[in-house]
């Protein structure tokens, strides 16, 4: 079955550091993989999601994730992180085949102002 | 606007009493999920259905149990709540069918409390 690691539990930062969050997924196949964000008290919003093609994939308010699959990953990554980036962020895996998305236990981010 | 609708949005029900959530999307997705969110263990998946008339279970379906007599609705039902089953549920859709993937599109959450 399906899994989907992600390294760090829990984040924290200052404005303006860069920020790379681990994710690894178990499935050697083609699949689709998304990163979503949960911001206090909201539910979930896609972040950016890869499909094929270039494996960097940009998605939104700057930040970007690259696929690497001999490594089974697909980190997210934002240059410079602002306050308001502070939220939960959910790396997510499916095979094409099946609808059903499976989710990592998410990377809680705190930046400090 | 387009989109999931919950309810309730929040709700403490007694041990051992009954309790339906609400879902409801006017997207015409045919996939729809319900998934429970408990601090660190992510998003767990419940039941889910493929399509109007079908529906499977998930990674934690045992105490729940869910219908899609149509398109647009996906009740979760607790027939007998108890508190492990305190939690904050959300519910999701797709269209399964498009690609590419446009990924889920989740409801704002219920938040239960069994005491």
């Known amino acids: 079955a399906q899994s989907v690691s992600q390294h760090n539990h829990h984040v924290i930062l200052s404005e303006a550091a860069s920020l790379e969050l681990g994710c690894n997924y178990s499935y050697g196949g083609t699949v689709n993989l998304f990163w979503y964000v949960q911001y206090p008290g909201q539910h979930l919003q896609l972040l950016l999601k890869?499909?094929?093609?270039?494996?960097l994939v940009k998605g939104i308010k700057g930040f970007e994730a690259e696929f690497i699959k001999s490594k089974f990953s697909f980190n997210l990554r934002k240059p410079s992180v602002q306050w308001s980036d502070t939220a939960e962020y959910f790396c997510?895996?499916?095979?094409?085949?099946?609808?059903?998305?499976?989710f990592g236990k998410g990377t809680r981010l705190h930046i400090l102002p | 606007i387009a989109g999931i609708t919950q309810a309730p949005t929040s709700q403490i029900l007694a041990a051992g009493r009954r309790m339906t959530l609400r879902c409801t999307q006017d997207m015409r997705h045919n996939a729809m999920y319900w998934y429970r969110q408990d601090l660190g263990l992510g998003l767990r998946l419940i039941h889910y259905?493929?399509?109007?008339?079908?529906?499977g279970k998930g990674e934690v379906p045992d105490g729940y149990s869910v219908s899609r007599a149509n398109t647009d609705d996906f009740p979760l039902t607790l027939a007998s709540a108890v508190p492990s089953q305190t939690s904050v549920y959300f519910c999701a859709s797709s269209e399964s069918r498009a690609y590419p993937p446009f990924g889920y599109t989740f409801g704002s959450g219920t938040r239960l409390t069994v005491v």
């Open positions: 890869y499909f094929s093609g270039d494996p």
């Open positions: 997510a895996v499916n095979e094409p085949r099946d609808d059903k998305i499976i």
């Open positions: 259905s493929n399509t109007a008339g079908t529906t």
